[in-house]
């Protein structure tokens, strides 16, 4: 996804989001992702098309391979032909200058098939990298433009294995290709040649072929189950391996190292189960081909071959030449054997990758959108409707003005629909019903970029990237100057503690900052959300992983950042936001009060029993069921 204005990340806004899990009316096609098991044709003329664009700045590269692909196919079926003259026209004349032509031939052939051998397992795997270049980097784009929800909904384990292994398969798509393309050219030479030479014995020799697709016919089916139960189980790897990663502290503090090793073992077992089976297999395959091959040579060439030679109907260097074509041709049907199920791995990748690639963001600008002048940042919400499954309403008939430089604080139970708010103004999402305007500008109508690029988010779960403090600061204003970067620190107050560091703001940053305190890494996200100089300020939950003392820091620094811009607010702590110019009071998806903190202590409605939960107090109204209200909570809706 792409950066989310200065703020950038998207973190704990996942908390909000739940409700598409379920798909509904703003989440078109996003949940049919084609299973991970289901097995592809050998060959898929869209996979194939699809494919050929991304082969396109490689053309030359291509011709060069198929040329040498032709070559080495012409030698490979020549060479048994130049056997046979130098028996029959050579050796049987008596005429060894013919012999001296035939060898030179057959010289000049040999060095022919190895440069053509030589240039194609150079030139098809350039082929190959370059279309995995093109294919992952077309994927890392594409994922930028999917909404939050879209990951939120689907594992990361699937996502990783489309665009690495998927890729990976598929790369291979066009070498397997062009090695069939190879293989078919030889059987058509190889069938050619054994025909216009004798077809009797071409007939005779080539009579143990439909026993052979007999054979390959009934072994595609254990090789497509089998394939399917390793995809199955890789997919099941993969997840354990990424749940265990990413919640390794859950993990450790309640102490599952070894009930999660047992379940690993499990599901690692049915994997190497899954891929012995498929081995035994591969393994019963091989042995048939040769058996046949052994009864081509020895009934069709030995036998009844060598009858015609001593009968004088049949040259013996036409029985020299059927012996090394029998040979040669079945060496490309065990290939094309082994390959089939290869195509049928990478024809199935295509079609998830391409899936992935086809998948329409659930934001979208439209033809005529225009770009967001600067703002100034007035908001309104004009009678806001918004579902993530239909006729389950998150947001009902919002109704809301927010002027420009205004400090506005959104509180409510979990679930109100507070997140769920700031996720309509940023454009996660569009609305249901109504709508949302910025500066008398409906956001709906104009480019998104252009309006986020001048708003910023932080977000509960500060989330720092790889590379420097500098750069994590400067993440979505890349030409900011260090002196703006510092000047950002300065304003949070995270200047001193960066310049405590040994190499200040250069100190180069663990993987997600895990070598900083939590509020350590939220004062960088404030950094880096205001560096850009953004008019619209939103805070989910900002400090509720932080403590006081850094609380206290950063309400001082918010003072200073928020002057003059338009903030939005999200908190359960209350005592982050009673300085705030308005609260607004969410309450089941709709707006329940209106005011500033003492105004709506005063009113003794659901912000008042709000206040009494946060501090422990009594009020009249905690035990009805005004709100289905709890305690302060680090989660929102």
Same mark, same amino acid.
Do not use: C
């Given at each position: 996804?792409?950066?989310?204005?200065?703020?950038?990340?998207?973190?704990?806004?996942?908390?909000?989001?739940?409700?598409?899990?379920?798909?509904?009316?703003?989440?078109?096609?996003?949940?049919?992702?084609?299973?991970?098991?289901?097995?592809?044709?050998?060959?898929?003329?869209?996979?194939?098309?699809?494919?050929?664009?991304?082969?396109?700045?490689?053309?030359?590269?291509?011709?060069?391979?198929?040329?040498?692909?032709?070559?080495?196919?012409?030698?490979?079926?020549?060479?048994?032909?130049?056997?046979?003259?130098?028996?029959?026209?050579?050796?049987?004349?008596?005429?060894?200058?013919?012999?001296?032509?035939?060898?030179?031939?057959?010289?000049?052939?040999?060095?022919?098939?190895?440069?053509?051998?030589?240039?194609?397992?150079?030139?098809?795997?350039?082929?190959?990298?370059?279309?995995?270049?093109?294919?992952?980097?077309?994927?890392?784009?594409?994922?930028?433009?999917?909404?939050?929800?879209?990951?939120?909904?689907?594992? +990361? &384990?699937? !996502? /990783?294995?489309?665009?690495? @292994?998927?890729?990976?398969?598929?790369?291979?798509? *066009?070498? #397997?290709?062009? =090695?069939?393309?190879?293989?078919?050219?030889?059987?058509?030479?190889?069938?050619?040649?054994?025909?216009?030479?004798?077809?009797?014995?071409?007939?005779?020799?080539?009579?143990?072929?439909?026993?052979?697709?007999?054979?390959?016919?009934?072994?595609?089916?254990?090789?497509?189950?089998?394939?399917?139960?390793?995809?199955?189980?890789?997919?099941?790897?993969?997840?354990?391996?990424?749940?265990?990663?990413?919640?390794?502290?859950?993990?450790?503090?309640?102490?599952?190292?070894?009930?999660?090793?047992?379940?690993?073992?499990?599901?690692?077992?049915?994997?190497?189960?899954?891929?012995?089976?498929?081995?035994?297999?591969?393994?019963?395959?091989?042995?048939?081909?040769?058996?046949?091959?052994?009864?081509?040579?020895?009934?069709?060439?030995?036998? +009844? &071959?060598? !009858? /015609?030679?001593?009968?004088? @109907?049949?040259?013996?260097?036409?029985?020299?030449? *059927?012996? #090394?074509?029998? =040979?040669?041709?079945?060496?490309?049907?065990?290939?094309?054997?082994?390959?089939?199920?290869?195509?049928?791995?990478?024809?199935?990748?295509?079609?998830?990758?391409?899936?992935?690639?086809?998948?329409?963001?659930?934001?979208?600008?439209?033809?005529?959108?225009?770009?967001?002048?600067?703002?100034?940042?007035?908001?309104?919400?004009?009678?806001?409707?918004?579902?993530?499954?239909?006729?389950?309403?998150?947001?009902?008939?919002?109704?809301?003005?927010?002027?420009?430089?205004?400090?506005?604080?959104?509180?409510?139970?979990?679930?109100?629909?507070?997140?769920?708010?700031?996720?309509?103004?940023?454009?996660?999402?569009?609305?249901?019903?109504?709508?949302?305007?910025?500066?008398?500008?409906?956001?709906?109508?104009?480019?998104?970029?252009?309006? +986020?690029?001048?708003?910023?988010?932080?977000?509960?779960?500060?989330?720092?990237?790889?590379?420097?403090?500098?750069?994590?600061?400067?993440?979505?204003?890349?030409?900011?100057?260090?002196?703006?970067?510092?000047?950002?620190?300065?304003?949070?107050?995270?200047?001193?503690?960066?310049?405590?560091?040994?190499?200040?703001?250069?100190?180069?940053?663990?993987?997600?900052?895990?070598?900083?305190?939590?509020?350590?890494?939220?004062?960088?996200?404030?950094?880096?959300?205001?560096?850009?100089?953004?008019?619209?300020?939103?805070?989910?939950?900002?400090?509720?992983?932080?403590?006081?003392?850094?609380?206290?820091?950063?309400?001082?620094?918010?003072?200073?950042?928020?002057?003059?811009?338009?903030?939005?607010?999200?908190?359960?702590?209350?005592?982050?936001?009673?300085?705030?110019?308005?609260?607004?009071?969410?309450?089941?998806?709709?707006?329940?009060?209106?005011?500033?903190?003492?105004?709506?202590?005063?009113?003794?409605?659901?912000?008042?029993?709000?206040?009494?939960?946060?501090?422990?107090?009594?009020?009249?109204?905690?035990?009805?069921?005004?709100?289905?209200?709890?305690?302060?909570?680090?989660?929102?809706?």
């Amino acid at each position: 996804m792409r950066a989310a204005g200065p703020g950038g990340g998207f973190g704990g806004m996942m908390g909000g989001m739940r409700g598409l899990q379920a798909g509904g009316i703003n989440t078109p096609n996003m949940d049919n992702l084609t299973d991970e098991t289901i097995v592809g044709n050998a060959y898929d003329h869209k996979v194939v098309i699809r494919l050929l664009s991304y082969i396109k700045p490689y053309k030359r590269d291509v011709i060069i391979s198929l040329l040498a692909v032709l070559l080495y196919t012409v030698g490979n079926v020549s060479i048994p032909l130049l056997m046979m003259l130098g028996i029959n026209w050579a050796i049987n004349e008596g005429e060894l200058w013919r012999l001296h032509v035939v060898g030179g031939i057959f010289v000049g052939v040999t060095v022919m098939h190895f440069l053509a051998n030589y240039v194609q397992l150079v030139y098809m795997p350039k082929v190959g990298q370059g279309i995995l270049y093109s294919l992952r980097t077309a994927m890392f784009n594409h994922l930028q433009t999917l909404s939050p929800s879209f990951f939120h909904r689907t594992p +990361v &384990g699937r !996502i /990783m294995s489309r665009s690495q @292994s998927d890729v990976l398969q598929l790369q291979e798509t *066009f070498e #397997l290709i062009v =090695q069939s393309f190879s293989d078919i050219l030889s059987l058509l030479g190889i069938v050619v040649m054994m025909l216009f030479i004798d077809w009797r014995l071409a007939l005779v020799s080539m009579s143990i072929v439909p026993v052979l697709f007999f054979i390959l016919g009934y072994w595609q089916k254990f090789a497509r189950h089998s394939f399917m139960r390793i995809r199955r189980a890789i997919a099941m790897v993969n997840g354990e391996y990424n749940q265990n990663i990413t919640g390794v502290r859950v993990v450790e503090s309640l102490n599952r190292q070894d009930v999660n090793l047992k379940h690993f073992e499990s599901l690692n077992r049915e994997h190497l189960d899954a891929n012995l089976e498929a081995s035994r297999f591969s393994g019963g395959l091989q042995p048939m081909v040769e058996i046949l091959i052994g009864i081509g040579m020895g009934f069709g060439v030995v036998l +009844v &071959g060598g !009858i /015609m030679a001593q009968g004088g @109907s049949l040259e013996w260097g036409v029985l020299v030449a *059927f012996a #090394l074509w029998i =040979q040669r041709f079945f060496e490309p049907v065990r290939h094309l054997t082994m390959q089939y199920s290869q195509l049928q791995r990478a024809m199935a990748a295509g079609v998830r990758i391409f899936e992935v690639l086809d998948l329409k963001p659930e934001v979208i600008d439209e033809e005529d959108a225009e770009d967001m002048p600067p703002i100034k940042g007035h908001i309104r919400f004009e009678d806001v409707t918004f579902h993530y499954v239909p006729e389950v309403g998150v947001l009902i008939d919002i109704n809301l003005d927010i002027k420009p430089g205004e400090n506005v604080a959104l509180v409510g139970s979990t679930g109100a629909g507070k997140t769920t708010m700031v996720t309509l103004i940023h454009r996660f999402a569009d609305v249901t019903k109504g709508r949302i305007t910025m500066d008398g500008y409906d956001i709906r109508q104009v480019n998104r970029q252009s309006m +986020v690029r001048q708003m910023s988010m932080v977000l509960q779960e500060p989330y720092l990237f790889s590379g420097t403090i500098s750069d994590n600061i400067r993440y979505s204003v890349q030409h900011a100057t260090d002196e703006e970067v510092i000047a950002a620190g300065k304003a949070v107050g995270a200047h001193g503690f960066i310049m405590g560091l040994e190499d200040g703001y250069d100190t180069v940053l663990a993987e997600r900052g895990v070598n900083l305190s939590v509020g350590q890494r939220q004062l960088l996200s404030f950094a880096r959300a205001i560096v850009g100089n953004p008019r619209v300020i939103i805070l989910d939950e900002a400090t509720a992983n932080i403590d006081t003392q850094t609380e206290l820091l950063i309400q001082d620094a918010l003072k200073r950042i928020l002057k003059g811009r338009t903030s939005i607010v999200i908190a359960h702590r209350l005592s982050t936001i009673r300085n705030a110019d308005k609260i607004v009071v969410l309450d089941k998806g709709r707006v329940a009060e209106v005011g500033n903190h003492k105004e709506l202590l005063e009113s003794g409605g659901v912000y008042a029993r709000l206040h009494a939960v946060n501090y422990g107090l009594t009020h009249p109204g905690l035990s009805g069921s005004g709100g289905g209200l709890v305690p302060a909570s680090a989660s929102d809706d």
